[in-house]
């Protein structure tokens, strides 16, 4: 396999972290997104809407969307349930994930981390700060009786939600009052075979 990725993407973290704790071998290469490597035709035939992580499967079939990659290399797995409502749980989450997390705690990172001070889209900040706020409080509520996301156990759906929450102060979130939520990032770190967002893959290519 082949992971088209950026070594500061949560999105793409969570495909490295996930073939890191299966011990899966794959090629890596890290795209500069701020010099438009991803939007070249080369990589467009890859993937049309221009994005990453995007993951080549040996067979040479390309496969995009960071949640999707994660549910496919996690079937048959015990990071994946195998029970109809287990299954639909993790997908709840991830959905979560996409759509009322993301938004608001990667977006404001990116901005942050990305964008010179001053530019337009620091004017979305506070909106887009206090819906992660808001997102937050979710996962608090949910993980404050509860070890992790989905059957007291580790499954993609905490990986899916760990990538950015555990960088979310850098785009401007103060995690101090989500005391549930930074113990459940520390048993995410302590999980075996665990790497960290800027570890950089074997193989990798630039």
């Not at 073939?19 to 035939?45: H, I, V």
């Not at 080549?56 to 079937?75: P, Q």
């Not at 979130?173 to 950089?200: G, K, T």
Request: proline share 7%; no cysteine; glycine share 6%.
């Amino acid at each position: 396999m082949h992971l088209f990725d950026n070594l500061d993407s949560g999105n793409g973290y969570k495909i490295r972290l996930l073939l890191a704790q299966l011990g899966r071998p794959y090629e890596w290469t890290n795209l500069d997104l701020d010099a438009g490597a991803s939007r070249t035709p080369e990589f467009l035939k890859r993937n049309p809407n221009g994005r990453i992580p995007t993951l080549e499967l040996d067979d040479g079939t390309h496969l995009a969307e960071s949640d999707a990659i994660l549910f496919y290399l996690a079937e048959g797995t015990p990071l994946l349930p195998i029970d109809r409502l287990g299954r639909a749980q993790v997908l709840q989450w991830m959905f979560f994930e996409q759509y009322s997390h993301e938004p608001f705690v990667a977006t404001p990172r990116y901005i942050v981390k990305h964008l010179p001070p001053g530019h337009a889209r620091y004017a979305e900040l506070p909106e887009r700060l206090a819906k992660g706020r808001a997102a937050l409080a979710v996962m608090e509520t949910h993980l404050s009786t509860r070890s992790f996301f989905v059957a007291e156990r580790y499954t993609i759906a905490d990986i899916a939600l760990y990538a950015y929450t555990h960088v979310a102060q850098e785009g401007g979130h103060d995690l101090s009052p989500y005391a549930s939520v930074r113990a459940w990032l520390a048993r995410v770190a302590a999980q075996p075979r665990y790497v960290e967002l800027a570890a950089r893959p074997r193989a990798a290519r630039d």
